[in-house]
């Protein structure tokens, strides 16, 4: 028996006003991006993106998160999809934990409309939440890997779609990945300057190749600048050339990740600004504008010359 999915009936997403942002980060902001105070849109829309990392632990929810709520900061409409089906965490983040009823796995089963199923956040009216399922729950193994295609397609048919799906992607490399990837065009890899991490974010950067997604950036997160020039932990750069790819941006480590975590307040809302918050802004804008960063260059020509040790194996 071949299952069909029924009807998800999208209603229109809500075309509220634009989102507040405070006007010290949005003048640190608009200070590294040539005075503009918005970036410019590229490609059709909307435009599906799964952040995703391979090794569990790395910040892959949280950086989901922040770019969801900078997208819905720069009035870009975004749908942001917890993949996890029985670990979710990005409500959390987000401060939703107690407004999510229905899920995706209602909508495919026939129970509610897929604008039932989205959450819209609180103070940024142009950003809505969509978990997979609901905690301790599995979903039935006929929905399959095509899952989320099917929401992202009925996402699409709205009469008002979204900018950008951005689709959190559990850890691992199991059904769970498969399942994420499946809808997506372009991929945000995050990754910490540890082997481990690196390893794993290499495999999956080979999978998602495999499975046709050739647009897939780099995010180097909890980097610690006084360790890259002591040369105890990689640079950015270093990471870039052992994966081969864009990147994205580099967030240092910050203890206000933390705090905004417990508070269900991403990291980009902080007034004043925080230096990770910052990072993860300006990636915000390349994503918005398919760019890559380059400025790492200028980190590593300051760096002194190599003297073997632990860099030694990646040279």
């Known amino acids: 028996m071949v299952f069909a999915p029924p009807p998800l009936l999208p209603a229109p997403l809500p075309a509220p006003p634009p989102a507040r942002c405070a006007a010290a980060t949005r003048a640190v902001s608009a200070s590294h991006h040539g005075g503009r105070t918005a970036p410019e849109l590229s490609g059709p829309t909307p435009r599906v993106v799964v952040v995703t990392s391979g090794k569990g632990g790395v910040g892959k929810t949280t950086t989901t998160a922040n770019l969801a709520a900078s997208l819905a900061r720069l009035s870009l409409p975004v749908v942001a999809v917890d993949a996890d089906a029985g670990l979710r965490n990005l409500d959390l983040l987000l401060g939703l934990e107690n407004r999510v009823h229905l899920t995706a796995a209602d909508v495919l089963a026939g129970d509610c409309r897929l604008d039932q199923a989205l959450v819209r956040h609180r103070s940024l009216q142009d950003l809505h939440l969509l978990c997979l399922s609901k905690p301790r729950s599995k979903l039935p193994l006929a929905f399959g890997s095509k899952t989320l295609t099917w929401v992202a397609d009925a996402l699409r048919r ?16 199991d059904a769970g990945f498969v399942t994420a990837i499946a809808p997506a065009e372009e991929a945000v890899l995050v990754t910490t300057p540890d082997i481990t991490a690196l390893r794993d974010a290499d495999r999956v950067a080979g999978l998602l190749e495999c499975d046709g997604i050739k647009d897939i950036k780099i995010i180097v997160n909890r980097v610690r600048p006084e360790l890259v020039k002591g040369e105890d932990m990689m640079s950015a750069l270093d990471v870039q050339e052992m994966l081969g790819l864009p990147l ?8 206000e990740v933390i705090r905004s975590t417990n508070r269900g307040m991403p990291l980009v809302l902080n007034d004043p600004p925080t230096p990770a918050g910052l990072a993860l ?4 804008w390349r994503l918005v504008e398919r760019d890559a960063m380059t400025a790492v260059m200028v980190e590593e020509q300051e760096r002194p010359k190599k003297k073997g040790g632990f860099f030694s194996f990646f040279s």
């Open 248 to 255: 994205l941006g580099v967030v240092p480590e910050d203890a």
């Open 281 to 284: 802004e300006q990636a915000t």
């Open 158 to 173: 709205a009469p008002n779609p979204p900018a950008f799906i951005l689709i959190d992607c559990p850890a691992g490399v």
